[in-house]
T-cell receptor, first 112, second 114 residues
Framework: KNQVEQSPQSLIILEGKNCTLQ??????????LRWYKQDTGRGPVSLTI?????NTKSNGRYTATLDADTKQSSLHITASQLSDSASYIC???????????FGKGTSLLVTP | DVKVTQSSRYLVKRTGEKVFLECVQD?????MFWYRQDPGLGLRLIYF???????EKGDIPEGYSVSREKKERFSLILESASTNQTSMYLC?????????????FGPGTRLTVT
C-alpha cells in the first residue's frame, strides 16, 4: 500500500533553534519527493523537489535529504524564525510523477 | 510566477444546496486538480483534469462533479451539499512538460455546510 508517514505530528521550538522533520514512505514506483509548507488558512507552497538521484537539496534555511534505499526523507530547518510556524507536508509522487501520495503533515510552532 | 486563484476564501452553504467552487490558473497548465483537506487526514484528491473537457476521478469523487470548459478554469460542483462536505478545498495546477509535474496550489476555499 502506498503510504507516507510523517513524524512528529507536531513540534514546538524556540526561535533561533534548528529542527528536523521526518518522512517515511512506501510508495512505489518512486518518482520524486516534495516538501511543502502550508501556512494556516493558505494553500501549500513547494519548498523542495527531489528525484531518485538527488540526496540533498536546499532552499535557503531549509535542507531536505532523501535516502531512496531506506525510503526516508528529512527536512532540516536552520535558525528557525517565527514565520516558519506552519504545517510541513511530505508528498511522494509515483509512476510518471502524476499521482501523488500526501503525508498528514507536521505542525511546527516557533515561539519567541 | 504561477498564480492559481479560487473564487472564494470562505463559503457558508445550507444542506441540499448546489455549490460551485471555481479555480483559475494563469500559466496555461494542462493539468488541474481538486483536493479536500481535513484535520488528521491530509490532502485527498477528488478529481483531476489533464485537458479541456477531460476529467478523471480521484480517491474520493462521491458527491462531487467537475467541469472544465476552458483550459484555465476548473470548477468543482457539489450537487447537493451535505454537512460531511464541510472542509478546506484546494485547487492545484501543473504543467505536463515539467519533469516533476510540480503542482501549484491556490489559497483554498473553506466551505461550511450547515
Amino acid at each position: 500500500k502506498n503510504q507516507v508517514e510523517q513524524s512528529p505530528q507536531s513540534l514546538i521550538i524556540l526561535e533561533g533553534k534548528n529542527c528536523t522533520l521526518q518522512c517515511n514512505y512506501t510508495v512505489s514506483p518512486f518518482s520524486n519527493l516534495r516538501w511543502y509548507k502550508q501556512d494556516t488558512g493558505r494553500g501549500p507552497v513547494s519548498l523542495t523537489i527531489m528525484t531518485f538521484s538527488e540526496n540533498t537539496k536546499s532552499n535557503g534555511r531549509y535542507t531536505a535529504t532523501l535516502d531512496a534505499d531506506t525510503k526516508q526523507s528529512s527536512l532540516h530547518i536552520t535558525a528557525s524564525q517565527l514565520s516558519d510556524s506552519a504545517s510541513y507536508i511530505c508528498v511522494v509522487a509515483r509512476g510518471s510523477g502524476y499521482a501523488l501520495n500526501f503525508g498528514k503533515g507536521t505542525s511546527l510552532l516557533v515561539t519567541p | 510566477d504561477v498564480k492559481v486563484t479560487q473564487s472564494s476564501r470562505y463559503l457558508v452553504k445550507r444542506t441540499g444546496e448546489k455549490v460551485f467552487l471555481e479555480c483559475v490558473q494563469d500559466m496555461d497548465h494542462e493539468n488541474m486538480f481538486w483536493y479536500r483537506q481535513d484535520p488528521g487526514l491530509g490532502l485527498r484528491l477528488i478529481y483531476f483534469s489533464y485537458d479541456v473537457k477531460m476529467k478523471e476521478k480521484g480517491d474520493i469523487p462521491e458527491g462531487y462533479s467537475v467541469s472544465r470548459e476552458k483550459k484555465e478554469r476548473f470548477s468543482l460542483i457539489l450537487e447537493s451539499a451535505s454537512t460531511n462536505q464541510t472542509s478546506m478545498y484546494l485547487c492545484a495546477s501543473s504543467w505536463t512538460g515539467s519533469v516533476t509535474y510540480e503542482q501549484y496550489f491556490g489559497p483554498g476555499t473553506r466551505l461550511t455546510v450547515t
